[in-house]
C-alpha cells in the first residue's frame, strides 16, 4: 500500500511539473511581456532596467524556477484588467464555483445510482429502454444548450425556477442539474452493467438461496461490489464537471470561475487565465489523486496486483 | 506509458482555452488541445491489445517462417488491433465534437466568421424570446450528431470488440 502510495504521490507531482511547464511556455509566447508593461514611450534604458528586474535577462531554466517559486509562495501576478492580484480574483469566483460543484456531483450520485439499480433489476423490459434512452441523451446534449432550453422552460414560461442568481438557494438547482444530466446518464449505463455481472456471481446465488429479500441482495451485497468502476470513474468525472462548469456558468450568470475566464478571454486577461488553468488543473490532478488511492484501499485486487 | 498517465487527467477544455487566448482562437488549436488529452487512451487501448495478440500461436508461426519484426508488426498484428482503435475512435468523437461546440460557444473555439454550431447558439442567445428556434435548432444539430457518433460506437463496440464494453 506505501509503495502503491508513494507511486500515485510521484506521479502526481510529476503531472503537476508537466503542467506548470506548459502553463510556464505559454506564458512565454505571448510576446515580450515588456511591451505591455512599457509603455510605447519608454526608452532603452527603461527596457534594460525592467528586464533585469523581472529577471528576464536570465536562462529559461532559472526563469521557470522564479515562476514556480512564485507560484508557490502564491504570486501569480495582477490581472491586466481590474489591476487586482490573480491569487485574490481567483478566491472571489473559486467558492461559487465549488458550490455549484458540489451540488452538481450530489445530485448526480443521488440520481444515477437509483436509476443504475433500477435498469439492471429489470434487464431487458421497457425499464432498462427507459433509462438507457435518456442517458444515451444525456451524454449527447451539449450542456450550455441544455441551460439554455431550461432556462427558457422553466424560469422564463412557467416561472418555477430563478434562473438568476441572486433568489437564494433556489438559483443552484436549474444549473446543477444541467450539469448533472451528463454524470447522471453515465453513471446509471456504467452501474448498470457492472451491477448485471455481479449477480450473475456465485455469491448472489448464494444470498439468494438463503432466502434474503431481494432488496437486501442488491442493495447490501451486489451494490458494494458493482461499485468500483463507478468510483474509478470518479476522479474523470470531476474533470467533466470542472469542463462543463465552466460553459455552464456562463450561460446561467452564476459568479465562479468559469464566468471568470469567460470575461478573461474577451479581454484577452492572460495572467488570469493562466491562473485558473494552473489551479483548476491543479485541482483536478489533486482530485484524480485522492481518487486513485482511494480506490486501492477500497479494492485489494488494485492494491497487490 | 507513465506520460500516456501524467496527461490524460489533464482537462482539454483548459489546454484548449489557454492556447486560444495565447495564440488567438483556430481550429488547428481545438484539434491541439484534443489529440493533447486524448492520445494517452489510444495508447492504452493499443498496448492491451497488442500484448494479448503477440502471444498467439499465427505470431509465433510468423516468426518460425522468419517474417522479420515489422512484417510480423504490420501484417499479422495490426490488423488484429484495428478494431480496438475504430470502437474508440467514434466513441471519442462525439466528446471532442461537444468539447469544440462549448469552445466556440465561449468564444474560445472556431473563430467567427467561420460557421460553426457552438457559435450559432451563442449568437441565439440573445433572441430566446422572440425567436427560440435560433438557439435551439443549431443546438439540435450538435445533439443529433453526437447521438448519431456514440449510438455507431455502442454498435461497433458490441460487434467488433466486446471486451471493449467499459469505456
Given at each position: 500500500m506505501l509503495r502503491l502510495f508513494l507511486g500515485r504521490v510521484t506521479e502526481a507531482t510529476a503531472a503537476l511539473f508537466l503542467l506548470s511547464a506548459v502553463v510556464f511556455a505559454a506564458s512565454r509566447l505571448t510576446g515580450n511581456p515588456l511591451d505591455l508593461l512599457l509603455g510605447p514611450g519608454a526608452t532603452r534604458e527603461d527596457y534594460a532596467r525592467l528586464n533585469h528586474a523581472l529577471g528576464l535577462d536570465r536562462t529559461l531554466g532559472i526563469q521557470y524556477g522564479i515562476f514556480l517559486l512564485n507560484a508557490l509562495r502564491g504570486d501569480l501576478g495582477t490581472s491586466f484588467r481590474s489591476g487586482e492580484s490573480v491569487v485574490a480574483v481567483l478566491s472571489q469566483h473559486l467558492l461559487a464555483s465549488a458550490i455549484l460543484a458540489a451540488a452538481a456531483i450530489g445530485l448526480t450520485w443521488l440520481a444515477g445510482i437509483p436509476f443504475g439499480v433500477w435498469a439492471a433489476q429489470h434487464r431487458g423490459t421497457p425499464v432498462d429502454a427507459s433509462v438507457k434512452l435518456p442517458s444515451l441523451l444525456g451524454q449527447s446534449m451539449p450542456s450550455f444548450w441544455v441551460g439554455l432550453l431550461l432556462i427558457e422552460v422553466f424560469?422564463?414560461?412557467?416561472?418555477?425556477?430563478?434562473?438568476?442568481?441572486?433568489?437564494?438557494?433556489?438559483?443552484?438547482i436549474l444549473p446543477a442539474f444541467t450539469l448533472a444530466l451528463f454524470g447522471i446518464a453515465g453513471i446509471a449505463r456504467l452501474l448498470r452493467s457492472s451491477l448485471l455481472e455481479v449477480l450473475d456471481s456465485e455469491f448472489v446465488t448464494v444470498a439468494r438461496a438463503k432466502g434474503m429479500p431481494e432488496v437486501t441482495v442488491i442493495w447490501k451485497h451486489a451494490l458494494k461490489n458493482a461499485m468500483f468502476p463507478v468510483v474509478s470513474f470518479a476522479g474523470l468525472y470531476f474533470v467533466n464537471v470542472m469542463t462543463l462548469s465552466m460553459v455552464v456558468e456562463v450561460v446561467f450568470a452564476w459568479p465562479g470561475l468559469g464566468q471568470l475566464t469567460f470575461n478573461a478571454i474577451l479581454a484577452r486577461d492572460f495572467p488570469v487565465v493562466q491562473g485558473v488553468v494552473l489551479v483548476a488543473g491543479a485541482i483536478a490532478i489533486a482530485v484524480n489523486f485522492v481518487v486513485d488511492v482511494l480506490y486501492a484501499y477500497l479494492d485489494p485486487r488494485v492494491r497487490y496486483a | 506509458m507513465r506520460l500516456a498517465d501524467l496527461t490524460s487527467a489533464y482537462p482539454i477544455f483548459l489546454l484548449a482555452i489557454l492556447l486560444a487566448v495565447v495564440v488567438g482562437p483556430s481550429a488547428t488549436n481545438v484539434a491541439a488541445a484534443a489529440v493533447f488529452t486524448l492520445w494517452a487512451r489510444f495508447v492504452r487501448v493499443v498496448r492491451g491489445d497488442v500484448l494479448s495478440v503477440r502471444e498467439r500461436d499465427f505470431v509465433a508461426m510468423a516468426k518460425a517462417a522468419g517474417c522479420s519484426h515489422s512484417r510480423i508488426m504490420v501484417r499479422h498484428i495490426l490488423p488484429n488491433v484495428v478494431n480496438g482503435i475504430l470502437v474508440l475512435a467514434s466513441l471519442q468523437m462525439g466528446w471532442v465534437i461537444l468539447v469544440e461546440a462549448s469552445l466556440s460557444f465561449l468564444g474560445a473555439g472556431i473563430p467567427l466568421p467561420a460557421p460553426a454550431w457552438g457559435s450559432m447558439v451563442a449568437e441565439g442567445r440573445d433572441y430566446t424570446t422572440t425567436a427560440w428556434w435560433v438557439a435551439a435548432m443549431p443546438g439540435l444539430a450538435i445533439m443529433a450528431t453526437v447521438l448519431s457518433l456514440n449510438i455507431l460506437g455502442d454498435w461497433l463496440r458490441d460487434k467488433l470488440d466486446p471486451k471493449l464494453r467499459s469505456l
Open positions: 424560469a422564463v414560461k412557467l416561472g418555477w425556477l430563478p434562473s438568476g442568481t441572486n433568489q437564494g438557494a433556489l438559483n443552484v | -
